[in-house]
T-cell receptor, first 115, second 111 residues
């Protein structure tokens, strides 16, 4: 696609429910990142995918968080048993990855509110 | 661990003024540095990317410089306009799997 697409743009969920956030990267980009931005905070790295390699999950804050990337394209970030502290904007980015131009392009984000 | 600092946290300037935003990082072993703008409630828009071998990049009224040895980058905005009002973020690419972000400078350009 022309840009990184994220859905939904907004999500309100009850505490304890599971949520899935979707990211559709730019066509041809092999690298995909997930970040979290809490109110008034900087961007917090969550997870990185590069091609078919094992993802770097070092930023995931707890085992309630997981992510998949199917077919090297679309990625889904899943948060199980959501807590109020999970409320944040979740941003996805993609780039060409190693060997290509490293410029990262971001989606518009998903604003998650846990009530 | 790489730490990125942006000063000032907020800046207000009158329209037409030239301004400089600062970014510093603790580990000079970087692959690239990228400047973004973020409008309220929106995602990040890439402005400029400087590779580690480069000293500066220019795009329109924007000029970004990089001094790896001192761990600093600046974003210069010429002839500021109200539409430049946004939060500006710098991010350092380490060549691994991560971009390290500063907390941003919130710029307000007063008409």
């Amino acid at each position: 696609g022309a840009g990184v697409s994220q859905s939904p743009s907004n999500k309100v969920t009850e505490k304890g429910k599971d949520v899935e956030l979707r990211c559709d990267p730019i066509s041809g980009h092999t690298a995909l990142y997930w970040y979290r931005q809490s109110l008034g905070q900087g961007l917090e790295f969550l997870i990185y995918f590069q091609g078919n390699s094992a993802p770097d999950k070092s930023g995931l804050p707890s085992d309630r968080f997981s992510a998949e990337r199917t077919g090297g394209s679309v990625s889904t970030l899943t948060i199980q048993r959501t807590q109020q502290e999970d409320s944040a904007v979740y941003l996805c980015a993609s780039s060409f990855g190693p060997g290509g131009r490293p410029e990262a392009f971001f989606g518009q984000g998903t604003r998650l509110t846990v009530v | 661990k790489q730490e990125v600092t942006q000063i000032p946290a907020a800046l207000s300037v009158p329209e037409g003024e030239n301004l400089v935003l600062n970014c510093s990082f603790t580990d000079s072993a970087i692959y690239n540095l990228q400047w973004f703008r973020q409008d309220p409630g929106k995602g990040l828009t890439s402005l400029l990317l400087i590779q580690s071998s480069q000293r500066e990049q220019t795009s329109g009224r924007l000029n970004a410089s990089l001094d790896k040895s001192s761990g600093r980058s600046t974003l210069y905005i010429a002839a500021s306009q109200p539409g430049d009002s946004a939060t500006y973020l710098c991010a350092v690419g380490t060549g691994a799997n991560n971009l390290f972000f500063g907390t941003g400078t919130r710029l307000t350009v007063i008409p």
